[in-house]
């Protein structure tokens, strides 16, 4: 959960958290987001904060990563979230140490130089800048000299919806990014290198992966994309949009829409991931 509120999906952590929608979103871009985390560089035998953790779809990655040498620790802001890693732990049978806490990322409970790492994944769209800085911030106390940073976030800049009218998502992101938090915040992901670099960290990186989803869809697939799209609705039918496009909205807004691109047989959805990461000067 996140301190600033958003009539949303539920935000990792979020008060009106939905383990089954972390699920869903997890499961529906679940090769994407293991290379992701394989990505961020996690060595064997370190301590792995996983801030901001959800329903803990990425400890078993994170886990495979640090190996049984290594030790993890995950953290959210809602207990039920919390209450449900826990349970999932002892299903998992890790054979590393696991501890488990309630907090939040812009105030982490844990000692100067706690960890080696810290990996942080959909969370940062739902804080503000002023959140954000903070956040990044408290990464940077817990981590040790050296230690690494590791933020995956959403990048709603490349997000495509077809068929539809040229320029359709983009518009609705330029009508609707200052009145809802999480749509800043997922277009600001963009420049999470600029952020990391100015809160001190070095060896900067940043890549962008694509979620790419053709009809037709599976289950999952179907399931995910329709709600994201039925919450986007909810603030595209707020503006002034163009009438062709409002109506398309219209019939998004409903997952259960016949008439809805997502069950368009040319159907296709483009989301983007950002991976950034830097290091703590030693």
């Known amino acids: 959960m996140t301190e600033s509120q958003d009539n949303a999906i539920p935000a990792q952590g979020d008060h009106g958290s939905d383990v089954g929608w972390f699920d869903t979103k997890f499961q529906m871009a679940e ?23 959800g329903s803990g ?34 299903q998992w049978g890790f054979p590393m140490p696991l501890e488990t806490h309630t907090g939040s990322v812009t105030a982490l409970p844990f000692d100067d130089q706690t960890f080696d ?7 940062t769209l739902y804080l503000s800048d002023a959140e954000l800085e903070k956040a990044i911030a408290e990464f940077r106390r817990v ?37 809802s938090v999480q749509i800043h915040g997922a277009l600001r992901s963009q420049n999470l290198k600029r952020w990391l670099e100015r809160a001190g960290f070095g060896s900067v990186r940043q890549q962008t992966t694509l979620i790419e989803r053709w009809a037709p869809l599976l289950p999952v697939e179907h399931l995910y994309i329709s709600g994201i799209l039925a919450w986007s609705a909810k603030y595209a039918l707020q503006t002034d949009l163009a009438r062709e496009e409002i109506a398309i909205w219209e019939k998004l807004s409903s997952r259960d829409s016949v008439d809805s691109l997502v069950n ?18 030693s």
């Open 57 to 90: 779809s990425f400890l078993p990655e994170l886990a495979e990563l640090v190996g049984s040498t290594g030790r993890l620790t995950a953290l959210d802001l809602a207990p039920e979230n919390v209450a449900t890693v826990r349970e999932r732990v002892e």
């Open 143 to 179: 981590v040790k000299p050296g230690g690494l940073v590791a933020i995956k976030e959403v990048d709603l800049a490349v997000t495509r919806v077809n068929p539809a009218p040229t320029g359709f998502f983009w518009h609705f992101l330029e009508a609707t990014q200052e009145i």
């Open 264 to 281: 368009h047989p040319d159907f296709y959805f483009c989301e983007g991931i950002i991976l950034a990461t830097g290091y703590r000067p």
């Open 117 to 123: 790492a810290l990996w942080c994944a959909n969370v």
């Open 31 to 53: 090769p994407e987001y293991l290379a992701v985390a394989r990505a961020a560089d996690f060595q064997r035998g370190w301590h792995v904060l996983d801030a901001g953790c």
